[in-house]
């Protein structure tokens, strides 16, 4: 038996607002702001589930899980992301490894990296040394820099058991 390996790549970005939780890798964080969403709008975790269903080309998060269906109004996206999950499940899918970069201007998210990793490793089933936390600020420019909003960034690797090549 050997395997067949696939990459995925996500991407998420969302408003900051005041009045609403930063909640990063389903860690809230201590902010004066958050970031606005339909749903908790958790840009980590969104970026992973995009990655995760991109892996395995089953369209994207919101075809999944529609911003305009009230049932994930104030939703918690680690629900999306365990759905992903066992879509590629289904497909024979098991997840590798995950990388991922958030970038905020502020707060600093280092002191929380080994929650959010712990609390995304518990979820997926995976071992902490195969969940790959970054930050970055956007050196004060653009959207994210101007503190206007932020992003999530996440590639996965994935892999499925096929049956060995036999030759011909
Ligand atoms: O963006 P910059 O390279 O200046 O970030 C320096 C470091 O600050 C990063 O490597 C990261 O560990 C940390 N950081 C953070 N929280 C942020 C942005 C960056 O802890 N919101
Ligand atoms: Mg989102």
Same mark, same amino acid.
């Given at each position: 038996m050997s395997y067949e390996y696939r990459s995925g790549l996500g991407w998420d970005s969302h408003r900051t607002a005041s009045g609403r939780a930063l909640i990063l890798g389903g860690v809230t964080i201590p902010s004066e702001f958050g970031l606005d969403g339909h749903?908790?709008?958790d840009i980590l975790l969104h970026a992973i589930t995009d990655a995760l269903l991109g892996a395995a080309a089953l369209g994207d998060i919101g075809m999944h899980?529609?911003?305009?269906?009230?049932?994930?109004?104030?939703?918690?996206s680690m629900q999306f992301l365990l759905h992903a999950k066992s879509l590629l499940a289904e497909k024979g899918f098991e997840l590798v490894h995950l990388d991922t970069t958030v970038i905020l #201007? +502020?707060?600093?998210l280092k002191d929380f990296r080994t929650a959010i990793r712990e609390n995304i490793a518990k979820h997926l089933g995976l071992?902490?040394?195969l969940v790959s936390v970054k930050f970055k600020t956007a #050196? +004060?420019?653009g959207p994210v820099g101007e503190g206007r909003s932020a992003e999530a960034q996440a590639v996965v690797t994935v892999r499925r058991k096929v049956p060995e090549y036999a030759g011909v």
């Open positions: 749903s908790d709008a899980f529609s911003d305009t269906d009230p049932r994930w109004k104030g939703a918690e #201007e +502020k707060p600093k071992s902490l040394e #050196e +004060k420019v």
